[in-house]
Nanobody
Framework: QVQLVESGGGLVQPGGSLRLSCAVS????????MGWYRQAPGKQRELVAV??????NYADSVKGRFTISRDSAKNTVYLQMNSLKPEDTAVYYC??????????????WGQGTQVTVSS
C-alpha cells in the first residue's frame, strides 16, 4: 500500500517560517512528480508548488517566499515556507503522481497538515 505521510505543520507568528515534509512509502517503480496544495475553509483546493520532470512551478501568491525541493533518495518532498502571512493559513496536502508495476500514473494524497499563521 502506497502511503504519503506529512509532517511539519503548526501555529506560527506572521513573518515566521515552517518546513513541511512528505515521505512516500510502499512498493513503487518511480515518482513522476510531487507537489503541495492547500485548502482554506470555504475555499477550493489550490496549487501551491509542484515539481514534475525537474520543472518547478509556484502559485503567484507564494513566489519568493516558498521553496519546493525533493530528496530522491528518500522519496521525500519538502516545502520551505518563509515570511508567512495570515492568508497562508490552510490545510496543506502533499500530492504524488507515482508509477507502479500496475499502472504508469497513480495519484496519491497525504493526510493533510494544518498551518495556522496568527498573532
Amino acid at each position: 500500500q502506497v502511503q504519503l505521510v506529512e509532517s511539519g505543520g503548526g501555529l506560527v507568528q506572521p513573518g515566521g517560517s515552517l518546513r513541511l515534509s512528505c515521505a512516500v512509502s510502499g512498493i513503487i517503480f518511480s515518482i513522476n512528480g510531487m507537489g503541495w496544495y492547500r485548502q482554506a475553509p470555504g475555499k477550493q483546493r489550490e496549487l501551491v508548488a509542484v515539481n514534475t520532470n525537474g520543472i518547478t512551478n509556484y502559485a503567484d501568491s507564494v513566489k519568493g517566499r516558498f521553496t519546493i525541493s525533493r530528496d530522491s533518495a528518500k522519496n521525500t518532498v519538502y516545502l520551505q515556507m518563509n515570511s508567512l502571512k495570515p492568508e497562508d493559513t490552510a490545510v496543506y496536502y502533499c500530492n504524488a503522481d507515482i508509477r507502479t508495476t500496475m499502472a504508469p500514473h497513480n495519484n496519491y494524497w497525504g493526510q493533510g497538515t494544518q498551518v495556522t499563521v496568527s498573532s
